[in-house]
């Protein structure tokens, strides 16, 4: 069986004077993502390595996880970075198929397209929230459309 944590990056600001990849987060999103953090590890959710995309908002959010989970610094991969849902699939059956659990930690509107697809669930992921997807595979290879069950979502609107 294969675990996968759907994070949404927390709330990064819109004030200009940054590039899109750029964009830092807000003292909210900060506070956000530490407590979504903390509602993982409380709830013993805690994946086994973090993927992240490489973009200052999502890669700190990821950051802020890996920190409070007491986990090893997050992996980046460029391919999450404003990812469609197909692209986002791809980067999920590359995963290494001797880690049976992992956080994906990427961007809207590619991170709720993809929970959707590989769920059938429509439920629109938050800043700083989570989903957690099982599936009864092997390998991240067999993971596809509706493969996968949504065990849980939380948010900080949630909360």
């Known amino acids: 069986m294969k ?11 819109h004030e200009s004077g940054y590039i899109d ?29 973090l993927i992240s995309s490489p973009a200052l908002r999502t890669l700190a959010t990821a950051n802020i996880f890996s920190q409070h989970l007491a986990g090893r610094k997050p992996e980046t991969n460029k391919d999450i970075y404003d990812a469609s849902e ?27 397209q993809i929970l959707y697809y590989l769920t059938g669930k429509v439920q629109e992921m938050d800043t700083s929230g989570i989903a957690l997807i099982e599936f009864k595979v092997d390998s991240w290879t067999e993971v596809s459309g509706e493969t996968g069950t949504l ?9």
């Open 3 to 13: 675990r996968l944590l759907l994070i949404r990056h927390a709330k990064a600001t």
């Open 21 to 49: 990849f750029e964009r830092p987060l807000t003292p909210e999103g900060v506070e956000d993502a530490s407590y979504m953090a903390e509602r993982v590890k409380e709830q013993n959710i805690v994946p086994d390595i």
């Open 86 to 112: 197909q692209t986002l699939l791809k980067v999920i059956n590359n995963f290494p198929d001797n880690v049976d659990y992992i956080g994906l930690v990427g961007h809207n509107p590619g991170i709720s």
């Open 151 to 159: 065990i849980s979502y939380d948010s900080p609107k949630s909360a």
